[in-house]
């Protein structure tokens, strides 16, 4: 292992369950918290705005809402999908702002 696999490694064990950005080498970015961290990879899990998208084409009947599984003022949380990145394909890791 070089010196940069081992330094992602360690950097990824502490920002573990935390909010990051992953530059990789080939110029690809990704952003989510830190899911799992192994020998060989880091393991995302990269929010998805699935469900806000499915809010566009809402009934507006309020009786409707029960079958979508919310009411008004409830906010359908967000789906997360797991991408694993080896440590060799990483160039930079960073921490990033979360508001809720």
Request: aromatic share 16%.
């Amino acid at each position: 292992m070089d010196t940069n696999t081992n330094l992602h490694q360690q950097v990824s064990w502490n920002c573990m369950n935390k909010y990051v950005g992953i530059t990789t080498t080939d110029g690809q970015s990704f952003d989510g918290f830190i899911a799992h961290v192994d020998q060989n990879y880091v393991t995302l899990a990269v929010p998805s705005n699935e469900m806000v998208e499915r809010l566009n084409g809402m009934p507006t009947h309020e009786s409707a809402y029960r079958q979508f599984g919310f009411r008004p003022g409830f906010f359908p949380r967000r789906r997360f999908f797991p991408r694993r990145i080896p440590f060799f394909g990483i160039s930079d890791i960073f921490l990033l702002p979360f508001f809720i």
